[in-house]
Structure formats: structure tokens, C-alpha cells
């Protein structure tokens, strides 16, 4: 087989290419600015301690519960075993049905379930 004279020069083109991207440093790119604090919130404005999460910690024989509120209201019980992986039983239309979720283990895409409405 005879060779294209061809190959040994687009060789040299991916190679010279190449060569840059592979000379740059790994470490921090030159110019960065460390990031401004960010501003106070307005004047008269609180947080309302009602709306921030409860979790209460419970021991059940030998498993570990946690019971997740906001606004007095369960919405989800994480079950962590004295042996095994810790499971979450959720409530998702708020009507205090639990169903397992093991999504909120490992890297899965857990997608926001905002209330929107509420009476």
C-alpha cells in the first residue's frame, strides 16, 4: 500500500493545532476578581420564621426519623435504618398520603414541587 503524501502532513497540522490548548495551565485564568458581598436586604423586611422548614428527630426502635414540616404541616418523613439506606416517604398533593420517593437518593433529577395555591 502506497501512503498518501497527504497524511503525514495533516498530521503535523493536528498536531501543531493541538499544541496550544495542551501548553495551558490548569490553574486559575488570569484577571479573576474575587465576587462583591451582596447587598443587604430593605429596610422593614423579615424573614417569616413560619415559612422556614421544622425537622423533628425521632428514634424508632432502631431506626433514625426525620419529620420534615413547613407551616406546621408534614410534607416528608426521612426513614434512615440502623442497617440499609435511608428512605424518604413524600407527600406530594398534600393530602397526608406518603408514598416512597427514592429519588432523593443518588444523583437522580429531582424536579421543584413548588405549592402554588393554596385553601
Not at 10 to 26: G, K, N
Not at 65 to 86: C, D, N, Q, S, W
Request: glycine letters at 8%; hydrophobic letters at 40%.
Amino acid at each position: 500500500m502506497k501512503r498518501s503524501p497527504l497524511v503525514p502532513l495533516v498530521a503535523a497540522l493536528l498536531l501543531a493545532l493541538a499544541l496550544p490548548v495542551a501548553a495551558q495551565a490548569p490553574g486559575k485564568p488570569a484577571g479573576l476578581q474575587p465576587i462583591p458581598e451582596p447587598p443587604p436586604p430593605p429596610a422593614g423586611f423579615e424573614l417569616d420564621p413560619s415559612l422556614e422548614p421544622q425537622v423533628t428527630i425521632l428514634k424508632r426502635g432502631t431506626d433514625t426519623v426525620e419529620e420534615f414540616r413547613v407551616g406546621g404541616k408534614l410534607y416528608m418523613i426521612k426513614v434512615t435504618p440502623a442497617h440499609g439506606i435511608p428512605y424518604y416517604m413524600v407527600d406530594r398533593e398534600g393530602y397526608g398520603n406518603f408514598t416512597r420517593d427514592d429519588s432523593y437518593v443518588g444523583n437522580n433529577i429531582r424536579p421543584p414541587m413548588w405549592v402554588i395555591f393554596s385553601w
